[in-house]
């Protein structure tokens, strides 16, 4: 029987305790604001959470677990999954980005490599019933011949947050989810040109457009504007078809030689059920099955090789 730690009892610590019902695996909930741990309780009955946050619980010299998630919130992502590493935990699922800072999830990496700890980063569009579809489509299709992407960010819904976050954290922690999904179906960047554009009275940039090639031969194009209206997008183009994620649960296609843009009839039922993409991408880390998700090492690759050069180019 799998043993399982769920850390984190806000709303996405609530969609992973459903999946993890739902694979009908007992799991030990870890929270540690009560006024959190009190509705997790309320809104998921039967369920009982351990207060006071991870560190106390640790001083109770509790079995380590098989496996660990990790559904905090953006400033503990860090400190969260290194307590766990210390306390000999090899196997962590962590919420996306894996930390505040590009430099803490680097260095996160580094620790888990000495320690010889298995961290995935859970970016759970990856597991999207559209973009499940999409591949059998470009697959059949012959491959991917370009495709392009936008990560605009609508800024304003950050403002009501209890931790103010930088605009940095805006993209490693939300804007990431696009470029990661654009570069898993259409290939890794063997050559990327990238240009931001910081605002005036910025600190960091808001405009941004690139292109380059894939490791697959296609060529891709992005653009994020910050301070105009937007919205995430991707289209993928193949020889046959272009495939619009827009929004990105959803999949709608255009043929050949029509101007017609029509939706693709997709099974998402799970993606209905709970959180689009968690019950697949939980299911594949609990049965090992690694495939698809990204890997820590994989997710500081494209911290290096992509992000950094998407959000500090000039």
């Not at 193949?238 to 495939?243: A, D, E, F, I, S």
Request: some cysteine; charged content about 25%.
């Amino acid at each position: 029987m799998k043993n399982v730690w769920l850390i984190g009892t806000g709303l996405i610590g609530m969609e992973y305790s459903k999946v993890l019902d739902a694979l009908h695996i007992q799991h030990l909930i870890i929270g540690r604001g009560e006024i959190s741990a009190a509705k997790f309780e309320e809104t998921r009955p039967g369920k009982k959470v351990i207060r006071g946050g991870l560190d106390i619980f640790l001083k109770t010299n509790p079995s380590i677990p098989d496996y660990a998630i990790v559904a905090v919130g953006l400033p503990d992502l860090y400190p969260v999954a290194c307590s766990l590493i210390n306390y000999g935990i090899k196997k962590i699922f962590l919420e996306k980005p894996g930390g505040d800072s590009f430099e803490q999830i680097e260095q996160l990496y580094l620790t888990s490599k000495r320690e010889n700890v298995s961290i995935f980063i859970a970016y759970n569009r990856r597991f999207y019933s559209s973009v499940l579809k999409a591949e059998e489509i470009i697959k059949k299709d012959g491959g991917i011949t370009s495709f392009s992407f936008e990560f605009t960010e609508w800024l304003h819904i950050f403002d009501n947050l209890n931790h103010k976050l930088s605009l940095e954290e805006i993209f490693i922690g939300n804007s990431t989810h696009v470029l990661d999904t654009a570069f898993f179906l259409g290939g890794e960047p063997v050559q990327i040109h990238c240009h931001s554009k910081t605002l005036e009275g910025d600190m960091s940039p808001k405009i941004f457009v690139g292109a380059g090639i894939s490791n697959q031969g296609a060529l891709f194009s992005y653009q994020a504007n910050w301070d105009a209206p937007g919205r995430w997008v991707i289209e993928i183009l193949t020889k046959k078809h272009r495939l619009y994620f827009k929004p990105m649960e959803t999949l709608q296609i255009q043929e050949l030689r029509s101007v017609k843009v029509l939706p693709v009839d997709i099974d998402d039922h799970l993606d209905k059920e709970f959180k689009p993409g968690f019950f697949l991408e939980t299911k594949a880390f609990l049965n090992e099955d690694y495939s698809r998700l990204c890997s820590i090492e994989q997710h500081v690759n494209h911290i290096n090789n992509i992000y950094k050069k998407v959000f500090f180019s000039n």
